[in-house]
């Protein structure tokens, strides 16, 4: 059974810094990676979306990378930002298990002032 | 497009009461999911249809959980008895058929059993 962890599970830092989040599997045998982004009471927004064959994707301030071999993605946040604040969590589709995503437990940021 | 559609955003109801939670996805998406999401468990997916047949409900909790795709734009998903256990914020989500993308969820909605 796949089982996706991230840290750390909490993480505050100063507006302008760079940041790395990271995310671990079990089961290597993915078909691609999402990092998501969720703000408080609202639903998951898609941000980047790897695929196996893939090592890294890149969105504005955003790098993600992935190591199918070592099971292991980081979201590479640069210059952050008070907006940038909310829950990030990663995804995986395992390998037979159809279209179903298994999601990390979040990792909640906070970017102050 | 008005991406996926929940509702009601809030459902507020007593313990053995029976609860409805309705979701429409995106047109043109094959797979819809239901998860739930609380502090203890996180993010858990608990039945996914491909057009409108379960594929998967081995993550629904227990028989009073039952969900219902009768055609391509609706979905339920019904708690019947309810239990204060079954607080928690339940999303629906929708995606075309290659796996993951254009993976889209609704705004959840925010279920409290008293």
């Known amino acids: 059974k796949q089982e996706v962890t991230q840290i750390p599970a909490a993480l505050s830092v100063p507006e302008g810094e760079n940041l790395v989040l990271n995310c671990s599997f079990t089961d290597s045998a993915i078909y691609n990676l999402q990092w998501f982004r969720q703000d408080p009471g609202k639903g998951l927004t898609s941000l980047l979306l790897?695929?196996?064959?893939?090592r890294e994707q890149t969105s504005g301030r955003l790098n993600a990378s992935l190591d199918k071999s070592s099971g292991r993605s980081t979201l590479y946040i640069a210059a952050s930002q008070p907006g940038d604040s909310a829950t990030y969590l990663c995804a995986v589709v395992t390998g037979g298990g159809g279209n179903k995503l298994t999601f990390g437990t979040g990792t909640q940021l906070k970017v102050e002032l | 497009d008005a991406g996926v559609i929940q509702s009601p955003r809030h459902e507020v109801t007593e313990m053995g009461q029976e609860v409805t939670l309705r979701c429409k996805p995106i047109?043109?998406?094959?797979?819809l999911f239901w998860y739930r999401q609380t502090m203890m468990r996180g993010l858990e997916l608990l039945i996914y249809f491909n057009n409108n047949v379960p594929i998967d409900d081995s993550g629904m909790p227990e028989d009073r959980f039952s969900a219902k795709m009768p055609n391509a734009s609706f979905s339920t998903l019904k708690i019947q008895p309810s239990e204060p256990r079954d607080s928690a914020v339940y999303f629906c989500?929708?995606?075309?058929?290659?796996?993951?993308?254009?993976?889209?969820f609704g705004s959840g909605t925010r279920l409290t059993v008293v």
């Open positions: 989500a929708s995606s075309r058929a290659a796996s993951g993308e254009g993976y889209t």
């Open positions: 047109s043109g998406h094959d797979y």
């Open positions: 790897i695929q196996s064959s893939q």
